[in-house]
């Protein structure tokens, strides 16, 4: 079974500094996608960002891009000139090649004006 | 970008009363469905997969019984919560995976449903 760790509960940045949130995850299997996902108070799950495990060259989109070290099973989410939009919970989640997800715990990130 | 709609969005229920809830991929065939169950500020717990046309397989400790899912098409999913109690009160989301399976492999989320039982 897979797990996945998000180790900060929340987290806060000021407007336009760049915060960092990790995740780690435990698995047997060697391929496999992560995701970032953010949760804002609506609840509708926003895909952020993935990864497939088989590519080395860490993925980005716009502002936020991810440090993936597959030998330490490690995938932080870097998130770059932080916005008021960005306010949310945000999500870790492995998943197999067989489609079943599991998250982490999540993290509260909150950004100040 | 594929869309999952959810209905209802919002529903309150007495005691005992049994609630089915709509998963759609609007857009793109769902092979497989998931449906998800999360309490206010904690993560998403995986209750089942669901496949078109076969049995939904369950996660350990979710009462098939309880839960009854149903993948009749290929682009609906239904969740019925039978013989519903207030600890079944929470927020259900279902997600949806691209048939056949993208190369861009991700899964679409539907924008939940908040049972509220009396």
């Known amino acids: 079974a897979q797990t996945v760790t998000q180790s900060q509960p929340e987290m806060s940045v000021q407007e336009a500094e760049t915060v960092t949130l990790s995740c780690t995850y435990d698995t047997s299997e060697n391929n496999y996608y992560l995701f970032w996902y953010k949760q804002p108070p609506s609840r509708q799950m926003i895909l952020v960002i993935r990864?497939?495990?088989?590519?080395?060259q860490n993925a980005t989109e716009n502002r936020f891009s991810v440090n993936f070290q597959k030998a330490a099973k490690s995938f932080s989410l870097k998130i770059s000139d932080s916005q008021l939009g960005d306010t949310a919970m945000y999500f870790c989640a492995f998943m197999s090649y067989a489609g079943k997800s599991t998250f982490g715990d999540g993290t509260t990130l909150t950004v100040k004006p | 970008g594929a869309v999952v709609s959810q209905h209802p969005s919002w529903v309150i229920c007495k005691s005992g009363t049994s609630v089915k809830i709509e998963c759609r991929s609007l857009?793109?065939?769902?092979?497989?469905m998931f449906w998800y169950r999360q309490f206010p500020k904690q993560s998403l717990m995986l209750m089942a997969t669901?496949?078109?046309?076969?049995?939904?397989?369950?996660e350990q400790g979710v009462e098939k019984d309880k839960f009854l899912i149903n993948h009749a098409s290929l682009t609906l999913s239904t969740l019925t919560v039978t013989s519903a109690h207030p600890e079944d009160s929470s927020f259900y989301i279902c997600?949806?995976?691209?048939?056949?399976?993208?190369?861009?492999?991700?899964?679409?989320f539907g924008p939940g449903t908040r049972l509220l039982v009396l």
């Open positions: 990864q497939e495990a088989y590519k080395q």
């Open positions: 857009d793109f065939q769902a092979t497989t």
């Open positions: 997600s949806a995976r691209d048939q056949p399976p993208a190369l861009q492999e991700t899964q679409y």
């Open positions: 669901s496949n078109e046309g076969s049995k939904a397989t369950y």
